[in-house]
């Protein structure tokens, strides 16, 4: 079974940028899909952004056009660069793989 780790989260402004690191314990060659999901606080876990073994994207639309999740194979590692952040993107982030294997999250606070 995949083991996902996530870093990357923290403190920004509002306006300000983040990239989130998702790095994989085995190939992510053929692991579809892999996808950022966020909590907030008193929110139910929620689909930020999904990427397919074939590098289809799709974005929740709370985020499309500032969030973009890419993959890098060769580092096992899927990436969420998030750009104009606001207050309403603070969570925990999650990495998910298949849908079913969670990371242990990280951080994300945007103070306004």
């Known amino acids: 079974q995949v083991q996902l780790v996530e870093s990357g989260g923290g403190l920004v402004q509002a306006g300000g940028s983040l990239r989130l690191s998702c790095a994989a314990s085995?190939?992510?060659?053929?692991?579809?899909?892999m996808g950022w999901y966020r909590q907030a606080p008193g929110k139910q876990r929620e689909l930020v952004a999904a990427i397919t073994s074939g590098g289809n994207t799709n974005y929740a639309d709370s985020v499309r056009g500032r969030f973009t999740i890419s993959r890098d194979r060769a580092k096992n590692t899927v990436y969420l660069q998030m750009n104009s952040l606001k207050p309403e993107d603070t969570a925990v982030y999650y990495c998910?793989?298949?849908?079913?294997?969670w990371g242990q999250g990280t951080l994300v606070t945007v103070s306004s």
């Open positions: 085995r190939s992510i060659l053929r692991i579809n899909p």
């Open positions: 998910n793989a298949y849908g079913q294997t």
